[in-house]
């Protein structure tokens, strides 16, 4: 394995994330000499972007590697270690404009709150530890939900499509970033297909963005919206979220979006190349619509006939019941984040409901979280095959997608992310409970950032943050945001000690 090629490339990440931070660094340059807007953040990007700038080239130009190009363990090392470091660099203008400085917190707690933030922008997961979201400057408001959008669509990615000296290595970059049952390659370059996605992503945020816009939000509201919608990563610039607005149209344009962007992106790409019909084709978009569709109508009936001790209902009407079911199914499903109720106060029934579809999050191939419609729908098939085995033993029942029988590997690998994703979730909750949570709030914390939901249940709820967990659970729930953006191998890859050997 070549350690210099990692560090090479490294460099050229950081490279291209001091260039993103030009355009919060501008943003803040404006307010700052605008007499009328009293913000002061602009040092706080200015020193974030040199330091990215000049290590990114240090390691650029200092290292030189002698292979040519990247191999299997080199690329899962660049994704990994990758996130890792720009999570760590796009903390910076938080911790140099003192965003979460008290007195009373060391160094170490303060970093802890800089980098939460900051890997749960651009893992897309949008549990925050701010209080007040709307103290913030417009500078900081924007590189929050702009993380989002770097993120969403995946980083290494973003340097596939614009580092043409990646070359056909390239393709184990997009693979290990997105390691999915179902990575869809559109051309035969991998650079022209990060290329192709990348597209697909700005003309729909382009197109959500016009839309918010005509809506009753201002052009920087709509933009910072689309970044949180499209990356399905739920940042917002009010406190209280989407309910802020208590817009109808904001409302359905925002489910809308989630929809597509909880869609795999390849199915986007060809519908605009004018196969409309490829979404129906798909297996996996129909179950994803099915799951949707069947959740809502539960939900729904739930909270418009639920009763509380009093007699009395949450909702007036059914059609505002169904406007907030269909809203927070989306949000959660979807992974996005965004709230308009809080969802604590709904009957079991739908907080199970909800709590199950975190598990489920988006299609294969998009930017949604958790564990992926796809693998749900191969366990659901290969458990029927199981059961008609035992009736038709010596019968042939492969498992089929898309009139594609499934290659045996494909399930054995699915079986493991299973197991993995599940053995983690339940460790993960027994250190946070063992850190002083009640159950509750553990188990919510660590799905919400497992699967890069951001708001759970207890005390990370939709109405509350993460800021009163221990510094500790702060490290150890960063790192569940990372195993989820990364879908776990990518990650645990390099804990093995034969991945190290040469």
Same mark, same amino acid.
């Given at each position: 394995m070549s350690r210099k090629l990692i560090f090479h490339t490294l460099g050229n990440l950081l490279i291209c994330l001091s260039g993103t931070m030009l355009l919060p660094l501008g943003i803040a340059a404006y307010y700052y000499f605008n007499p009328d807007a009293g913000e002061s953040d602009l040092y706080a990007f200015v020193y974030a972007t040199i330091i990215t700038f000049t290590v990114g080239l240090i390691l650029r130009f200092t290292i030189k590697p002698t292979e040519p190009e990247l191999g299997i363990r080199e690329g899962f090392a660049i994704v990994a270690l990758g996130w890792v470091v720009v999570a760590l660099f796009g903390s910076f203008p938080y911790l140099f404009a003192d965003v979460f400085a008290a007195v009373d917190r060391p160094p170490l707690t303060e970093f802890a709150f800089c980098y939460f933030e900051s890997m749960s922008g651009f893992t897309t997961t949008g549990a925050t530890v701010l209080t007040e979201i709307e103290h913030l400057s417009k500078a900081m408001l924007f590189w929050r939900s702009f993380s989002h959008w770097l993120g969403g669509m995946g980083i290494v990615v973003l340097a596939v499509a614009i580092l043409p000296m990646l070359g056909v290595g390239g393709m184990q970059l997009f693979r290990a970033e997105a390691p999915g049952p179902q990575t869809d390659r559109l051309t035969p370059r991998i650079a022209q297909t990060a290329k192709l996605l990348w597209g697909v992503y700005i003309l729909l945020s382009v197109l959500e963005t016009l839309l918010l816009w005509l809506g009753d939000m201002t052009l920087f509201d709509a933009l910072c919206h689309t970044f949180g919608t499209m990356a399905t990563g739920g940042f917002s610039t009010k406190n209280g979220s989407i309910a802020h607005y208590d817009s109808v149209y904001i409302e359905i344009v925002i489910i809308v979006f989630m929809f597509l962007a909880g869609t795999n992106f390849a199915l986007h790409y060809r519908a605009l190349r004018g196969d409309v019909k490829s979404y129906f084709k798909d297996t996996e978009f129909r179950f994803y619509c099915v799951v949707i569709l069947v959740t809502i109508t539960l939900v729904s009936w739930n909270i418009a006939t639920f009763k509380h001790g009093d007699g009395q209902v949450p909702y007036d009407s059914v059609g505002d019941a169904i406007r907030s079911a269909a809203f927070q199914v989306m949000s959660i499903t979807?992974?996005?984040?965004?709230?308009?109720?809080?969802?604590? $106060?709904?009957?079991?029934?739908?907080? *199970?409901?909800?709590?199950?579809? $975190?598990?489920?999050?988006?299609?294969?191939?998009? &930017?949604?979280?958790? $564990?992926?419609? $796809?693998?749900?729908?191969?366990?659901?098939?290969?458990?029927?095959?199981?059961?008609?085995?035992?009736?038709?033993?010596?019968?042939?029942?492969?498992?089929?997608?898309?009139?594609? +029988?499934?290659?045996?590997?494909?399930?054995?690998?699915?079986?493991? *992310? *299973?197991? *993995?994703?599940?053995? !983690?979730?339940?460790?993960?909750?027994?250190?946070?409970?063992?850190?002083?949570?009640?159950? !509750?709030?553990?188990?919510?914390?660590?799905?919400?950032?497992?699967? /890069? !939901?951001?708001?759970?249940?207890?005390?990370?709820?939709? +109405?509350?943050?993460?800021?009163? +967990?221990? &510094?500790?659970?702060?490290? !150890?729930?960063?790192?569940?945001?990372?195993?989820?953006?990364?879908? +776990?191998? &990518?990650?645990?890859?390099?804990?093995?000690? /034969?991945?190290?050997?040469?």
């Open positions: 979807s992974t996005t984040g965004y709230g308009t109720a809080d969802f604590e $106060m709904w009957p079991a029934l739908s907080q *199970f409901i909800l709590i199950t579809l $975190m598990f489920y999050g988006g299609c294969a191939g998009s &930017t949604g979280g958790g $564990m992926k419609q $796809m693998r749900f729908l191969l366990l659901i098939r290969q458990s029927g095959a199981e059961i008609k085995r035992l009736i038709f033993p010596h019968a042939v029942l492969p498992v089929r997608v898309n009139d594609r +029988i499934v290659p045996p590997e494909v399930l054995t690998h699915v079986l493991g *992310f *299973f197991f *993995f994703f599940i053995g !983690i979730f339940a460790i993960v909750t027994c250190i946070m409970a063992t850190l002083g949570l009640d159950l !509750i709030t553990a188990a919510g914390c660590t799905i919400a950032t497992m699967g /890069n !939901i951001g708001p759970g249940l207890g005390d990370v709820g939709p +109405i509350d943050n993460y800021a009163h +967990i221990p &510094t500790a659970g702060k490290f !150890i729930l960063t790192f569940c945001m990372l195993l989820g953006r990364l879908e +776990i191998y &990518t990650v645990l890859i390099l804990f093995s000690p /034969n991945y190290w050997k040469t």
